[in-house]
Every structure is written in structure tokens, then in C-alpha cells.
């Protein structure tokens, strides 16, 4: 822009151009400015602003005078400066500058104009902009800083902070004024001091690091009205100063997590949590950060699911960790990670037990502590629950399905929640999702009965015709609820055509129902509670009320129907009322659904002060739940005639909310900041939303149908940085899981690993048939043999009482003591008994990524006479053994495993023992081919597992491995190896015969270790396996 | 009664008052099925009674033929059952030879009701012997006295047949099912269920209808592992004991979980169900 002035060379320009200094100095005489004034100093910027654009220069001489009186000698300069800056960018917001200079600075007080001029002049060397900004607002700043000694110091911060980031020292002016209103509006009395304690702070804050200033600030802006007295502050500050010397970004997260303590623990809570934080600080910085960041986690966690006692907790979690911490820090913090998790399912009394023990067995290794707390190990997990452990999901489907199938007379399926995809999630009629675990009452009977209540409702609704389509009284009600929202629609509409000037060149008519899509015939016909859902202007809402209603109708339904599971309704629904949020801490909206979940499902509103607060609500719904939801007879279509009555009423009010706004749209917007919102109670609105969108096990009971609800344990996990993720599953997978040995731990970690079974992916066949033909003589002689072991022949069995012959031996015996001792024996048969030959084997094969090297006899000749992986060996010996064991009629499975991670360790089943070695068997034999990693012992388990399940006299295991297990996640290579070793010993306990044959000769002092216990074998020449396989198996069983 | 068929043999016919009905068997009628009865008795057609195990079927059988007012003759079949246990035998009484009647010939004799409850339970030769007398001749050969027996008007022949079992082995023969006619038996009911329970197990009727209710929801298991429900005789057994003072939940568990299954998953799905109801 500047140069372009130069070159345009306006009149102004060409007549400036060149002046000498002689000139300039005229100019200023002539303009009034006398040399005597400092204003000569200004002199030669004047100079170089005439050379940019005249009208800038003049602007700036006729500001001169004026702002020379308001500033020093060197702040006028460095006022010129910053006109000068802005020139070079924007000759027309140089002169705005120069000409609003005047009325800004007499608008600031006296030491705020040198402060003003000193952060201009840093920020315009970053960002002309930011700096105009600032200049432009520092009055209206000034002014919401309220008195002049508060605001002086805010700029001093800003200038100090804008040593290092412009930004920030912006963000610092504008942080301030929230800050300052929460400062002040604690208490006008005290205030004071702790509005100098935060100053104090944030200029330790500004002169440590700059940007933590702004931010700090902007968090004492986020409101404090948590806080019961300035002291508080005051003290929260002095604390906070403390830990300014490990850092601003440590001193900053101390800040905001001791906030968060005592918004949720109480003061108390605060300087518990703060002896602990001097204690962790003493052991490093970085872990007493991590520690603070931590914080915050975990105590909305322990909120969040403990709700009405979540500050007692808190106060006893953090007792106790205080009592930890001064055994062992590290102990006690993990211990602090856990409580969550612990507390969820334990009491406070187990609880405490359980943090006890942990710390008088690991005090002194970390990692055991870590384990112990994290709840991996099973000692650990009795400890905290009396040897219960909670009630896996897998332990009772199968008895589950039978009591909602005898309950509906229906087929239903069980499944986890969460793992099937998402949009299945819906309950519809066949499949009933339940919680995977069930860890709530502390022992297997109760936690069953809540299984037991969440089929109970999941089979009423199907008993109770939730899913009816099409009936008599559903189209009622859908009429019913068409007109009423037709009608509403053409008097909002009509209403607003009222004020608007068209109104008479349209069809109001024909614009009313416009907005409503029609609905289609057949639709109505087949209406079900979701057709009519859709119908609502607002489905969501409507879905909501109506998925607690109709909850409450089943929940009527089943326990005026059957007499029996009152009980066990009951009992869950006192834990139910014990996890409900009180309602005084909830806002408006969500107190009414609340309310509305509590009538319907608790037996009426829990809290005391919220009945008086709420009586006329309260009121309303029960007479429309008395009237339709808790009666015989009633149906879905009642459910839904009563969710539109109380739309109707949450509408109602929602509208007459509005109007009395005066708001201009007409979204809903409760979490809007209000302005009168004085006791920083919106923030507490967002935290409980945010809380009340975690679920627990019984939001499904207020949760719309469809929604899907991340679940606690996500949270958890989250908060425990579980390592691995579990991938998603496929359609006809099953899932189990084991135990796992930890071998520093030496105890199991508890359901630590998942297996997901399933069929593996069918291949080619040609496969099997070149293997086949390739081996077809060595088959016929592995054939032949085979069938020699078949059970065909007898047995002879000597000195029988019975039997078909003599034994002549025994007769001549007899003969002889008959004379001699006069005691013969009696045993002078020979029996004939078929020889049994009952044996039921298992492969089990090593398909993880290291199968895939290729192995040759011919190194130099890659191309001419390429090798084989190891994986196509292994394939060639399974396709000869199937041929063997066809031929001998033992029983026989084959699968293959891999693993990413514990909870995705794959089995693949590749013949069952039910399955004809048919087809379908060889296209799976076929399609076998190499993934990820080895996770060997739980693959162990699971193939022993199966096994047991078979009543042959004989089990056999058979593994089939290249080498070490290997995991991302599976410790070193003694921990899988220990676990792998555990596994197979206990196999053997189990009563099967395991046995490895590997081809890794690298290792032998390794494989010793893993397989010693049990028999092993190592083919040295590996392309011999397919040949040899029969063989050895031949041996084993023979 | 003893008469000479000829010389050297001497016939033993069995006295028939032991089979007349004194007192009127209660029984609830569930549909038409005593007018049918009546009718195919009229029309001299022999009737197979198709059900479940414990559904009402004897008692169907004794309730008709009190108030037909004829004696009822029941056999129970079974493996070992032969053709001579049910047509009669010679017996060795000192010097003589005396022929018994057996069941089956008794009832032609007197013109009373034959019941022969599980017929497929029968061996299938033994089956063979009851098609002369299911056909429009009405007679039955008694081989081994070289005569023939006409049945007089009054005489009939009810089977019974469990369809469940759905074992090639216990299928009744097309050649057999097809000389009768068919009533088809089921549980009765859920009122009238409760109106046998209480009146049978002698409770109350709001415990006779949590046991129908229990029933229902059991029988809805059939094919998960459960071969039949639970029949109508076991929730009267349930009754019984709950009225002789056994805890409900316990009663159920002897009379009805325990009894139709060994599965421990189904008896605890079973008793979950139960506890749902009682
Ligand atoms: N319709 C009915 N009226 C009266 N009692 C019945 C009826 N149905 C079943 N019962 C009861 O059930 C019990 C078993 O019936 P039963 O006739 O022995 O069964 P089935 O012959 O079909 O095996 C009877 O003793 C009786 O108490
Ligand atoms: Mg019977």
C-alpha cells in the first residue's frame, strides 16, 4: 500500500517528495509545534511518514501536541512507532490511529496510557492488528477492569506477557474482566484480597512463562462460585504459587485440578488432595503432573458413577490415599487411578480393605502395586469382593435365553452390549442386549437378579406388545396425535402470517401443512411406536418420554402379572434409587425428565426438596402416568397417548419460556450462558450433562431405545489407558475369555484375554487335491498303517474266570497246586475282548505372521527352485493327517490361531470334531494362511477347552508352532513363556495330553523351558513335516 | 363263570363288575369332545386319543365310560406286551388246563371299554391283533380256542398315542393309525387348567393359576432341551404338595423342574422362572 502511495505520487506526494529537512522543520513550525516542545523528537518520524503518505503525516502532526501532553518523552516515541508501523501496512488505519489517539489515551487514567503504549508497541511488531485492537478497547477495558489499580496491573501482566506472545498478552485483556466479576462477586468484602492474591499469581504467572497467565486467568474466569469464601482463593493462589517453580503449565494444571477437587469434594476434600500432591511433588515433576492431570478424571468418574454419595467418596478416596501416600507414593497413586473402577463395583468399607492390602503386599514394586490396583490379577479382585468377581455375561446366556424364552415363548438371542454393530443395537424383539459384566452387588446371586430384571424387562416388552403394529388403538392414536400436531402447526403458522405483510398472497392453508410431511397409507396402517415417534414435531424428545414411560408400563405390567419378581424389582430398583442424580443439582430440563424417570420408575421423586420445588410437575405426570401407564389393559398406544400428553406439558412450557425471553430463535438453548447466571451454575449444567450422558446399567431404562450409549467401562478403560482396543467382531464369531499367568505377579490376571472363534475363511480346494496327488504314494502307505491301529482286532486276555478257551498254562497250574498246596486257582480262561481305541485329538496351528518366511532347500536358485513358507508346510502336513486319522476313525479337530493384543486373539476353526473332513473342510484347509502374532497360551486354553468337552479316553493336543509366542502385549519373552507353560500344565491337569512339535532348533535351552514339562519334538528339516506328521502322531497313540 | 368248551377244556371268563365306574370321574370338559366320544361310541367306531403325556387323556377315557355306563378296561402297554397277555392263556391249575380271559377278550366279552393306553409302546405284532376288531367285522380270533368272538354293539376300543416322542421306533403304523378315528388332546386351557389344578391339587385358585402360569411359560421351552412340557398331571402334583404344606417354590421344584428334566441349565431357568411368577 505504502509503496503504491509512493508511485501514484498523488498532488500530495509529489509536492512532499525530496523536502529537506528544512522543509519538514517549517512544516511544524507552521503547524504550532514549537521546537522548545519535545514534540522535536517526533520530528524525523513525522519526516518518514510524509514520505509515505502525506495526509498520515498530517494527521499525526495535528495529534501531536495534543498526545505530547498526555505522554513522556520516550512513550510519545514509541507512540509515533507504532503510527509509523501501522502506516507501512495501512496508510487509512495509520490516520484512524493518529486521529482516535487523542480520545483514547483522555479516556485512560494516567499510568494505564504509558502501560497502553508500552503493550502496543510489542504487539505491533507480531501483529499490527492485535495492536490497533488493543488500542482501540483499552478504555472500554479499563473500564470493565473497574478501578484503576486492578486495570494497572492487568496491563503491566499484558506487557509482560507479550515479552514472549502477543497473542497471549490479548488473550490476558480479555480473560481478565470474567476473572475479575467472579473475583468480585464472592464476597464484597473480602474480595479484595482475592482479587491481590490472583494478581500476585498471574504476574508470577506472566513474568514465568507469559501464555499460562492468560490461561490462568481465563480459568478463574470460568466462575467460582464453588469456592465458599475468598480464603479459599487466597490460599488456592499461595498453593499455586508454590508450584510456579516446578513450572507454569504444572502450576497451571495444580490450579485447575484443585478447582475441580474442591467443586466436587468440598474444601475438605481440597486440602486432603493437596498433602497428597506435596507428597507426590517431592518424588519428581512429571509425576506429580501427571498426577494433577489425572485429577480431574478421576474424580468425575467417581461422580459420575457414584452420584448421591460422590462427595463422600471422594473425601474417602482421597483419606485414603493420603494414608497410602505416606507409605509409597507410586502405590498410592495407582491405587488413586483404580478407586473408580473399584468403588463401581465394591463398598466403601470393601473398598478401603482392598486399598489396605494393596499396599502392605506391593509397597515395594510398582508393577505389582499396578497390577493389583488396576484389578488384573485375581487375588486382587477377591480381595475387593469377597472371592466375587462379578457375573459375566457368558457364564449365565445361556440361562438367560431359556428364562426369556420360556417367559415370551419366542426365540431370542442374548447378546453383550456393544458387541454387535451399532445399528442392531436396537432391543428388537429377538435380540435381548445386556451388560457383558455385572459387578454391582458384591455377590454372584444379587448381581444375577439383575440380570434377571433386565431380561424380565426386556421379555415384557416383547410379552407386553411393545413392538404391536397396526392395532385398532395404535391408529387411534396416531390420528389422535396427527390432528393435534396439524392444528398446532396451523396456529403457529397462522400466528406469525398475522404481522407479516405477504400473508395475503399466500394459502395459509396450504403453507401449514407444507411443513409436515405426509404420511403414507400404508404407513398408518402398519403404525407401530415408532411410525408414531416420527410423527412428533420433535421425534427425539418424544422418543425419550417415551422410552421411560413405556419402561414404566412394562415394569407395571410385570409386576402385576407376575408375583415373583417383585422381589427382585424391588431390590434393583433401591440401587436404582440410590444412583439416581439428586434432582436440585440437575437443570431445568433435565430435573423434569428426572422427575418424569423417577415417578415412572422409582415409585415417585426421591428428593424431599424437590417435590416441594416441583409440586405442580410432579402432579401433572403422576396423573398421566396413573392414568394411562399404571392400569390394566393398557397398551403401547396408551405409552404413547401419555408420552404426547407429556410432550404436550414440556412443549407448553418450553413455549411459554420462550415468549417470556423474548428470545429471536426458537432453539432451545438451556445451556446457553445467561448473564444473570451468577453462581457459575451453567458450568455445573454442562458437567452433569456431561455426566448423564454416561451410561450405567440401568439407562436403558431412560435411554431412547436406539440411542447408543457409550458405556462406563469406556470411561474406565480411558482412565486406565488400557493398552489395547477390542476390534469389532463379525457376524457369527463367539467370544471367550481367559485368565492369563503373570509370572511377576505369580497370580492369573483375570479374564485378561479374549478369544474371538471363528470359522476360518475357505480357500481354494484345488489345494488339497494337489497335495494329495503330489503325496499319493506316501498317503497309500500312511493309509495302510493307520488302519492297522483300527479297533478291528481282539484282544486276548489270560487267566479270566470265564472265557471262551482253556488256558492251557492256567490248567496244568491248576493242576499242579491241586496236588501240591491243594489251592488252586480258579482262573482257567482265556477272554477275547475288543481293544478300544478312543482318542480324540485337537491341532491346534501356529498361523501367526512369522509362518510366512520361506524355507528352502536351494538358496542360490530362489527362482528356479523357490522354497515354501513355513505356513504351506504346515498346510501339506495337515491335508497327509486328516488322511491318517480317516483311516485309524479317531476323533479329530484342527484350528489355527494369531493374536493382536489380548483381547483379539483369533481362533480359527478349521474342522470341528462334529464335522465330516468333507468339502467345506478342505476349502478351509485351503484358505489358511498367516496373520499378526502368537499369543500361544491363551490359544492353549481355549483348544483345551474344546477338548475337555470330549469323552474320548484319550485327549490328545497337538501344537504345531515355529517358534516363541510372541505378543505386542504379551510381557517379555519369559512372561509368555511362563504363561504358555502354565497353560499346558494345566491342560494336562485337565486330563488331556499335550504335545508340541516345532521346527525353531535355534533355541533349544528356550523350548525346553516351554514345552519340558510336556512331551516335544523339533523337526530339524522342516520341509520333512508333512511326511513325518503321521509318524509322530502314530507314536503318541499307540 | 366258568363254562366248557368242550371237554377237556375248561374257559375262565373274568368277572367284569370290577371294571364299572361307581363314582363320576371328574373331568372338565374342554371342548366337544364328549359329544364326538358319544357319537363315534354310537357309530361303533374305535377312537385313538392323540397328546401329551398327562394332559387329561385317562381321565377322558374313565369319564366317558361312567357316563356311557359301561366298565372301562385299561391296558398299559409296553414292550413286553404280547398277544397272549392281552387275549388270555391256559394256565396249569392242577390236573386241568384253564384258559383266562385276558384283557382284551374280557372287554369283547362283556361289551365293555377297552383302553389301550400307549399303544405304540406295544410290540407291533402284538399291535396286529386289534384290526379285525377296528374294522366294519368287529371280531377278534382268540387263536387258541379256535374261535372267533364277535363283539356285541356296546364294546369299544380307545387307544391312546403320544406324537411327541418323534422316534422312527414309536411311530404308531399308517396301517394302524388309519382304522381310528382321532381326537386331538392338548394341556387344557389356562382357566380351565386352573379350575382342574385347584380342584385336583386342592389350592386355592390364584395358586392353581400361578402353576397354569408357570406351565405355560415352561412349556414354551419345549424344544430348547425339553423333550414335552409340563403336563397338566405334574402341576396337579405341584398343587398337592403345596397343599399338604410344602413351600411353593420347593413343590415346583419336585413336582415340575426336577421331574422333566436332568439338564441343571434348564431346571435353573426353570426355577428362575419360577421365582418369577411365585
Ligand atoms: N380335562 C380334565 N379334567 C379333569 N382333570 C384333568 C383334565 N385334564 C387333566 N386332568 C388332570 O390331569 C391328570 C392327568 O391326566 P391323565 O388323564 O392321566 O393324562 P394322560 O392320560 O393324558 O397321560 C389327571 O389325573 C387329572 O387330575
Ligand atoms: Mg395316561
Redesign the interface.
Known amino acids: 500500500m505504502s509503496e503504491e502511495n509512493k508511485e501514484s505520487g498523488g498532488p500530495g506526494g509529489s509536492l512532499l517528495r525530496g523536502l529537506a529537512g528544512k522543509t519538514v522543520e517549517a512544516l511544524a513550525l507552521k503547524m504550532g509545534l514549537k521546537p522548545s516542545d519535545r514534540g522535536w523528537v517526533t520530528l524525523d518520524i513525522g519526516a518518514s511518514l510524509m514520505s509515505a503518505s502525506p495526509k498520515v503525516a498530517k494527521d499525526f502532526f495535528k495529534a501531536v501536541p495534543e498526545v505530547a501532553r498526555m505522554l513522556e518523552n520516550g512513550d510519545l516515541r514509541s507512540w509515533a512507532e507504532i503510527g509509523k508501523r501501522i502506516a507501512q501496512q495501512n496508510a487509512e488505519e495509520a490516520s484512524d490511529f493518529f486521529r482516535y489517539s487523542i480520545e483514547t489515551l483522555e479516556l485512560l487514567a494516567e499510568p494505564l496510557r504509558r502501560l497502553l503504549v508500552a503493550l502496543c508497541v510489542k504487539q505491533i511488531v507480531l501483529s499490527p492488528a492485535a495492536a490497533l485492537k488493543t488500542f482501540r478497547q483499552s478504555p472500554a477495558l479499563a473500564a470493565s477492569f473497574g478501578d484503576e489499580q486492578s486495570a494497572a496491573r492487568i496491563f503491566t501482566i499484558a506487557v509482560e506477557v507479550a515479552h514472549r506472545s502477543v497473542k497471549h498478552s490479548t488473550e490476558v485483556l480479555t480473560a481478565a474482566p470474567a476473572a475479575l466479576t467472579a473475583l468480585r462477586e464472592m464476597d464484597d468484602q473480602a474480595s479484595d484480597a482475592a482479587i491481590d492474591s490472583t494478581l500476585t499469581l498471574a504476574e508470577s504467572f506472566a513474568q514465568r512463562t507469559g501464555a499460562t497467565a492468560a490461561e490462568f486467568l481465563a480459568a478463574v474466569g470460568e466462575g467460582l462460585g464453588f469456592l465458599a469464601s475468598p480464603e479459599v482463593m487466597v490460599d488456592l493462589c499461595r498453593q499455586t504459587t508454590i508450584y510456579l517453580e516446578r513450572g507454569g503449565a504444572t502450576a497451571l494444571q495444580f490450579f485447575r485440578s484443585a478447582r475441580a477437587v474442591i467443586e466436587v469434594g468440598g474444601v475438605e476434600s481440597y486440602r486432603r488432595w493437596n498433602q497428597v500432591t506435596d507428597k507426590v511433588a517431592a518424588e519428581g515433576n512429571a509425576i506429580v503432573y501427571d498426577f494433577l492431570r489425572l485429577t480431574p478424571k478421576v474424580l468425575a468418574t467417581i461422580a459420575a458413577t457414584q452420584r448421591r454419595h460422590a462427595a463422600e467418596r471422594i473425601g474417602a478416596v482421597l483419606e485414603l490415599v493420603e494414608e497410602l501416600s505416606s507409605q509409597n507414593v507410586y502405590v498410592a497413586l495407582e491405587c488413586f487411578k483404580s478407586s473408580p473402577r473399584a468403588m463401581a463395583s465394591a463398598s466403601l468399607e470393601q473398598f478401603q480393605a482392598w486399598a489396605r492390602e494393596g499396599v502392605q503386599l506391593h509397597r515395594g514394586d510398582r508393577r505389582k502395586a499396578q497390577a493389583y490396583y488396576a484389578l488384573e490379577s485375581k487375588s486382587s479382585q477377591e480381595t475387593l469382593r469377597g472371592a466375587h468377581d462379578g457375573v459375566a455375561l457368558e457364564s449365565v446366556s ?2 438367560l435365553r ?2 426369556v ?5 419366542r426365540e431370542m438371542a442374548i447378546a453383550a452390549l456393544g458387541s454387535i454393530p451399532e445399528e442392531s443395537r436396537i432391543n428388537d424383539g429377538h435380540t435381548i442386549q445386556l451388560p457383558s459384566v455385572v459387578a454391582e452387588f458384591g455377590s454372584p446371586d444379587d448381581d444375577f437378579r439383575l440380570y ?1 430384571v433386565l431380561a ?1 424387562h426386556a421379555a415384557g416388552q416383547v410379552e407386553f406388545g411393545t413392538r404391536e403394529a397396526g392395532t385398532g388403538s395404535l391408529r387411534a392414536t396416531l390420528n389422535e396425535i396427527e390432528t393435534s400436531f396439524e392444528n398446532a402447526e396451523r396456529r403457529r403458522l397462522s400466528a406469525e402470517m398475522r404481522d407479516t405483510e405477504y400473508v395475503q398472497y399466500s394459502n395459509v392453508e396450504h403453507l401449514g401443512l407444507s411443513n409436515r410431511r405426509p404420511l403414507d397409507p400404508l404407513a398408518f396402517e402398519t403404525a407401530d411406536y415408532k411410525t408414531i415417534l416420527s410423527r412428533f414435531t420433535n421425534p427425539l424428545l418424544a422418543t425419550r418420554i417415551f422410552t421411560t414411560l413405556e419402561n414404566g408400563r412394562i415394569d407395571w405390567k410385570l409386576r402385576h402379572t ?4 417383585r ?2 424389582l424391588d431390590f434393583v430398583r433401591n440401587r436404582l434409587i440410590e444412583r439416581r442424580p439428586p434432582i436440585v443439582e440437575l437443570s431445568v430440563e433435565q430435573a423434569v425428565y428426572e422427575m418424569l424417570f423417577q415417578i415412572t420408575l422409582c415409585g415417585g421423586v426421591i428428593d424431599e426438596a424437590a417435590r416441594r420445588a416441583y409440586a405442580g410437575v410432579i402432579l401433572d405426570f403422576e396423573l398421566i402416568v396413573a392414568e394411562y401407564i399404571r392400569r390394566d389393559g393398557a397398551t403401547v398406544a396408551d405409552t404413547l397417548v401419555a408420552t404426547h400428553r407429556v410432550y404436550q406439558l414440556l412443549d407448553g412450557q418450553r413455549s411459554r419460556k420462550e415468549s417470556d425471553d423474548q428470545s429471536e430463535d426458537d432453539r432451545d438453548d438451556t445451556n446457553q450462558e445467561q448473564p444473570d447466571d451468577r453462581d457459575g451454575k451453567s458450568e455445573q449444567q454442562q458437567t452433569s450433562s456431561q455426566t448423564r450422558k454416561r451410561s450405567d446399567l440401568f439407562d436403558q431404562w431412560s435411554q431412547a431405545v436406539e440411542e447408543t450409549t457409550p458405556t462406563d467401562t469406556e470411561l474406565l478403560n480411558e482412565l486406565m489407558n488400557a493398552e489395547t482396543s477390542e476390534q469389532a467382531l463379525q457376524d457369527g464369531d463367539e467370544v471367550f475369555f481367559y485368565d492369563e499367568w503373570d509370572r511377576e505377579l505369580g497370580d492369573h490376571r483375570a479374564k485378561w484375554c479374549r478369544v474371538i472363534q471363528r470359522e476360518n475363511r475357505r480357500g481354494a480346494r484345488d489345494f488339497v487335491e494337489q497335495v494329495r496327488t503330489r503325496y499319493s504314494g506316501i498317503i497309500s502307505s500312511i493309509r495302510h498303517q493307520f488302519q492297522m491301529l483300527r479297533p478291528e482286532s481282539l484282544r486276548r486276555i489270560k487267566g479270566e474266570i470265564d472265557g471262551e478257551d482253556f488256558d492251557l498254562q492256567a490248567v496244568i497250574d491248576h493242576h499242579v497246586d491241586l496236588k501240591t498246596t491243594g489251592r488252586p486257582s480258579d482262573r482257567l480262561y482265556i477272554r477275547r475282548i475288543r481293544r478300544e481305541r478312543d482318542v480324540a485329538v485337537s491341532f491346534l496351528l501356529d498361523m501367526s505372521s512369522s509362518t510366512a518366511r520361506t524355507i528352502t532347500r536351494h538358496p542360490n536358485q530362489p527362482y528356479t527352485r523357490p522354497g515354501q513358507k513355513i505356513i504351506d508346510i504346515e498346510k501339506q502336513g495337515l491335508v497327509l493327517m486328516s488322511e491318517a486319522l480317516e483311516a485309524v476313525g479317531d476323533s479329530y479337530s484342527i484350528s489355527g490361531f494369531s493374536s493382536e493384543g489380548r483381547r483379539n486373539v483369533k481362533y480359527f476353526i478349521i474342522k470341528r470334531f462334529e464335522e465330516k473332513y468333507n468339502q467345506e473342510v478342505e476349502r478351509r484347509i485351503g484358505g489358511i494362511t498367516y496373520h499378526n502374532n502368537t499369543r500361544l497360551g491363551a490359544a492353549i486354553r481355549h483348544a483345551a477347552a474344546g477338548l475337555e468337552r470330549q469323552d474320548a479316553r484319550t485327549r490328545l493336543l497337538i501344537v504345531l508352532s515355529d517358534g516363541r509366542p510372541y505378543d505386542h502385549d504379551y510381557g517379555d519373552s519369559r512372561y509368555a513363556r511362563e504363561d504358555t507353560r502354565t497353560a499346558l500344565r494345566q491342560s494336562r491337569i485337565a486330563g488331556i495330553t499335550p504335545f508340541c512339535i516345532t521346527i525353531d532348533r535355534d533355541s533349544e535351552s528356550e523350548l525346553k523351558d516351554l514345552y519340558g514339562e510336556v512331551g516335544y519334538t523339533i523337526i530339524d528339516d522342516i520341509l520333512s513335516l508333512p511326511e513325518r506328521l503321521p509318524g509322530i502322531y502314530r507314536r503318541l497313540t499307540t | 363263570m366258568t363254562e366248557s368248551l368242550n371237554d377237556k377244556t375248561i374257559v375262565k371268563a373274568q368277572p367284569i363288575e370290577k371294571y364299572v365306574l361307581t363314582r363320576e370321574p371328574y373331568y372338565l370338559s374342554v371342548r366337544d369332545e364328549v359329544s364326538i366320544f358319544e357319537t363315534a361310541y354310537k357309530a361303533r367306531l374305535p377312537v385313538m386319543l392323540k397328546g401329551p403325556t398327562g394332559c387329561g387323556k385317562t381321565r377322558f377315557v374313565e369319564a366317558m365310560a361312567y357316563r356311557l355306563g359301561r366298565p372301562l378296561i385299561t391296558v398299559a402297554c409296553h414292550e413286553d406286551l404280547s398277544a397272549t397277555d392281552l387275549v388270555g392263556r391256559f394256565l396249569l391249575e392242577g390236573e386241568e388246563t384253564v384258559w383266562h380271559d385276558g384283557p382284551l377278550t374280557t372287554a369283547v366279552r362283556h361289551g365293555a371299554i377297552c383302553y389301550l393306553d400307549e399303544v405304540v409302546e406295544a410290540r407291533k405284532d402284538t399291535i396286529v391283533l386289534i384290526h379285525p376288531l377296528t374294522d366294519d367285522r368287529r371280531i377278534l380270533p382268540v387263536e387258541k380256542l379256535g374261535i372267533l368272538l364277535n363283539a356285541p354293539n356296546d364294546f369299544m376300543l380307545v387307544i391312546s398315542y403320544n406324537p411327541g416322542y418323534q422316534s422312527v421306533l414309536k411311530d404308531l403304523k399308517q396301517s394302524t393309525r388309519q382304522r381310528f378315528l382321532s381326537l386331538e388332546f392338548d394341556y387344557p386351557p389356562a382357566t380351565a387348567e386352573t379350575n382342574i389344578v385347584a380342584h385336583e391339587g386342592g389350592v386355592s385358585e390364584s395358586v392353581a393359576r400361578d402353576l397354569v402360569k408357570i406351565g405355560e411359560k415352561v412349556r414354551n421351552l419345549k424344544g430348547h432341551g425339553l423333550e414335552e412340557g409340563v403336563s397338566t398331571r405334574l402341576l396337579v402334583y405341584a398343587a398337592q404338595m403345596i397343599a399338604s404344606g410344602i413351600e411353593p417354590v420347593t413343590a415346583c421344584e419336585i413336582a415340575i423342574a426336577s421331574p422333566i428334566t436332568d439338564d441343571l441349565d434348564l431346571q435353573r431357568g426353570i426355577r428362575e422362572i419360577v421365582t418369577t411368577i411365585i
Open positions: 445361556h440361562l431359556l428364562y424364552e420360556g417367559l415370551t415363548g434377571k424380565a407376575y408375583r415373583g419378581i422381589r427382585d
